[in-house]
């Protein structure tokens, strides 16, 4: 089966087990026998999918991890996903939305704020000045015309 992997590096996807899955409301869990790199995706054998019928219902969903699978971070790094949801916030004190997704550009990572619009706002410095998970706030140099 063929796996795409937000893991940096992709293969550390492999080093997180089980994997859980949703198909028609219903959680399931996934054990990897091997699994290994090839080009941008992984390619991965699971227990009990031995052929393309049982393999075809898992195209195109989301895998799952428990989050205590995941490294402590250091001080001021913060996981994609706590990301999601938080207010943002410019210099001037004006809400631009709340953080829907992020993005990797290649060059960088990149917050999505849906408000009254969808900025677009790069998550480096400058244009990020402080994530505040106490306030659940983060605080950016962005002007709400761009």
Do not use: C
């Not at 049982?54 to 994609?80: F, N, R, T, V």
């Not at 992020?102 to 900025?119: C, I, M, P, R, S």
Request: aromatic letters at 8%.
């Amino acid at each position: 089966m063929k796996i795409f992997s937000h893991t940096h590096p992709r293969k550390n996807i492999l080093t997180y087990q089980p994997w859980h899955i949703q198909i028609g409301g219903q959680w399931q869990t996934l054990d990897i026998l091997k699994g290994r790199e090839q080009g941008k995706t992984i390619v991965a054998q699971l227990k009990d999918v031995n052929n393309r019928e049982q393999a075809q219902p898992m195209i195109g969903i989301d895998l799952y991890i428990e989050k205590s699978q995941l490294p402590e971070l250091s001080e001021g790094e913060h996981y994609w996903e706590d990301l999601i949801g938080l207010e943002v916030v410019n210099q001037k004190g004006i809400a631009l939305g709340k953080v829907s997704n992020l993005v990797d550009t290649g060059a960088n990572n990149v917050l999505v704020v849906n408000g009254e619009k969808e900025y677009w706002v790069p998550y480096i410095e400058p244009f990020l000045i402080s994530v505040d998970m106490g306030k659940q706030q983060i605080l950016v140099d962005w002007d709400e015309d761009f």
